[in-house]
């Protein structure tokens, strides 16, 4: 055989490989994200379908794990301890991805990060995770102050060398699990998020009512006070009149 022929078949061959490559990681991902429940403590959840346009193409990604890296705005956090909680006793797989002071003010506070990791089963994972608001000082007129959380990104990873056919796809590397701190490689996939970002708007106290706040609370110390000292003086009286009687 010639050397033309030999690489023409080379180039034939590289070529047939790219485009398995590039079809084979046609993912088409939809999520859908919403924040629920009331007040300061809520729970984001996402929803997560894999929509391939062939069902052979499931052996890509199925029984892989994806981990969704959200970050959070300074004026919400995700509690370490009970994240850490939640992981021990199996019913979370969430990880911090940076240290979060939890006793911080929003004022005072920088954006945060956390891994959010769960397994695809039939094409689809649902995933969750605890949120809570912080102290927002207050403002004249009070009213709220707005938290906007937006939608993840969104990482896939697959305990054999499948997702190899991707390997020309953006990556990043983090923690395998939440379990271990060893890090894994991981490639990001690109999705359509059907909700845009999430709109937390947290209740602030009114500044305007500082002194008129300041007095009342003065006022009632006082108030209370002032019945203790009566009480205190009232039970010394009485144990002084039983001593002398």
């Known amino acids: ?13 590289l070529s047939f490989i ?3 490559s590039s079809i084979s ?13 009331e007040g300061f403590h809520r729970n984001i959840t996402y929803r997560i379908v894999f929509n391939s346009e062939n069902d052979k193409d499931r052996w890509l990604y ?19 301890d009970e994240l850490g909680e939640l992981r021990r006793t199996h019913r979370l797989n969430a990880i911090p991805k940076n ?8 004022s ?41 959380i937006d939608p993840p990104r969104l990482f896939l990873r697959c305990a054999d060398r499948r997702l190899e056919l991707c390997a020309r796809a953006p990556s990043a590397s983090f ?11 991981w490639m990001l996939v690109p999705f359509l998020s059907l909700t845009d970002s999430l ?32 009480a205190i003086h009232e039970y010394k009286l009485r144990a002084r009149m039983k001593r002398t009687s």
Request: hydrophobic residues 40%; glycine residues 8%; contains cysteine.
């Open 1 to 13: 055989m010639s050397i033309f022929a030999i690489y023409t078949l080379l180039i034939g061959s």
């Open 18 to 20: 790219s485009a398995v």
């Open 25 to 37: 990681c046609k993912f088409n991902v939809k999520a859908k994200q919403a924040l629920l429940n």
């Open 62 to 80: 199925e029984d892989c794990m994806v981990s969704l890296e959200q970050t959070l705005p300074p004026g919400v956090f995700a509690n370490p």
């Open 99 to 106: 240290r979060v002071n939890v006793e911080l003010p929003a």
């Open 108 to 148: 005072q506070s920088q954006p945060s990060t956390v891994f959010v990791m769960g397994s695809v089963v039939q094409s689809k994972v649902s995933l969750w995770l605890p949120v809570h608001a912080r102290y927002h000082h207050a403002k004249s007129g009070g009213g709220t102050q707005r938290n906007r």
């Open 175 to 185: 923690l395998c699990n939440g379990s271990s701190r060893e890090n894994c490689s």
């Open 199 to 230: 709109i937390w708007d947290v209740p602030v106290g009114n500044s305007d009512s500082y002194y008129m706040v300041a007095i009342g609370t003065a006022f009632v110390i006082f108030i209370g006070a002032t019945h203790l000292l009566k």
